[in-house]
């Protein structure tokens, strides 16, 4: 049976765990598994559920939060008191500035008891320092916003569950259809949610997950030096996706600035050059922590670069960026990739690309 926490929270461009249940069960090697772009936890995780040591890390908070709830939870007991806490004591919560100047916005995305509740959890979740406040925030995150006319686990009104879309749109989108935001107790929700997820027994071991960029994963992770064996992950791919943009209303919820409008960082590269110096330096940062023997698994994409392109440019990078001898294990797999809830929702014509996994010995 599929584990319930691997679903906690949706993330764009996800592998699902089958991607990497395969690809472990693959591997000649039994060494430290290692995600230096993990998202939402998926390596990770499936990692720690086929007896693995991992580690994985992230420069997005959100994806810090999920797979890091994922990664090292909390005792049931112990998430279960502090919910009954958080709802006995929640109240009108002092958080001047919440909603900047988008406050149509989150009148037409949250129903205003609802919209209480979650400023309070907000204003008060630990995340970064308590177990059990992190994986609660990762259950938000999941249910912050979603198909709520499907779903009764959504506390906002209509929107995709994999991003957030920009508020001037939604505002649009749902003045122009007459929707209006559901009212939901979001702590109902979130023990339901709790309840569910608990029903499979964590994994015996547990796994940090660090924020911090891809280029400097080895000075957060100096334990393991020489010891990742498997590296199986999924780079941001080339003019596809802004993840801090994209997870702009969950950013928020975290209380990260988001950076609206649209940065041009590491989220979303345009430019095919400045693309794979990103990826070459990303393997430097890497390189420390690889065993003298090692497997890399990579899954990636982009509208513009077609399979063999994007080939050649991950064994010239794994190369340069490693510094040691590389070679590619095959010819790779490919899937295309279709519709999606985001282009349902913003209206948009089917935008179709390919994704492509490669394998390489190093």
Not at 19 to 27: G, I, M, Q, T, Y
Not at 33 to 51: E, H, M, S
Not at 331 to 358: I, L, M, P, W, Y
Request: charged fraction near 30%; proline fraction near 6%.
């Amino acid at each position: 049976m599929r584990h319930r926490f691997h679903s906690i929270c949706p993330y764009f461009a996800m592998f699902p765990e089958t991607f990497v249940e395969k690809h472990l069960a693959a591997s000649p090697h039994d060494g430290v598994v290692f995600d230096p772009y993990c998202g939402r936890g998926t390596t990770v995780f499936q990692a720690l559920l086929q007896g693995r040591t991992a580690a994985g890390a992230d420069l997005n908070p959100v994806a810090v939060c999920v797979s890091g709830a994922k990664g090292d939870p909390p005792v049931f007991s112990d998430t279960r008191a502090r919910m009954d806490q958080l709802r006995r004591e929640c109240r009108e919560p002092n958080d001047r500035g919440w909603q900047w100047d988008l406050r149509q916005f989150f009148d037409l995305c949250f129903h205003e008891e609802t919209l209480l509740q979650v400023r309070y959890l907000r204003s008060v979740l630990d995340w970064r320092n308590r177990k059990d406040d992190r994986f609660i925030a990762a259950l938000c995150l999941g249910a912050l916003h979603g198909e709520s006319h499907r779903s009764p686990n959504c506390f906002s009104n209509r929107m995709p569950r994999t991003i957030s879309t920009k508020p001037d749109y939604s505002v649009r989108w749902w003045t122009e259809r007459g929707y209006a935001p559901p009212l939901r107790d979001v702590f109902d929700i979130l023990e339901r949610m709790l309840d569910y997820r608990f029903r499979t027994r964590p994994p015996d071991g547990s796994a940090a997950v660090v924020e911090i960029d891809a280029r400097r994963v080895a000075d957060a992770f100096p334990s393991l030096e020489g010891r990742v064996t498997d590296v199986i992950t999924s780079p941001p791919y080339l003019d596809t996706t802004n993840y801090r943009e994209d997870q702009w209303l969950r950013l928020w919820f975290l209380g990260v600035e988001p950076l609206m409008p649209r940065g041009r960082g590491d989220d979303r590269h345009y430019n095919a050059d400045k693309y794979w110096t990103f990826i070459r330096e990303s393997m430097q940062g890497l390189a420390p922590l690889l065993a003298e023997r090692a497997r890399m698994v990579i899954r990636i994409g982009g509208r513009r670069l077609q399979k063999r392109e994007l080939r050649d440019g991950l064994l010239r990078s794994l190369t340069l960026g490693l510094g040691r001898g590389v070679r590619i294990v095959d010819d790779g797999v490919t899937t295309e990739v279709g519709k999606t809830q985001a282009n349902v929702f913003r209206g948009a014509r089917v935008s179709r690309f390919e994704e492509h996994d490669f394998c390489f010995a190093v």
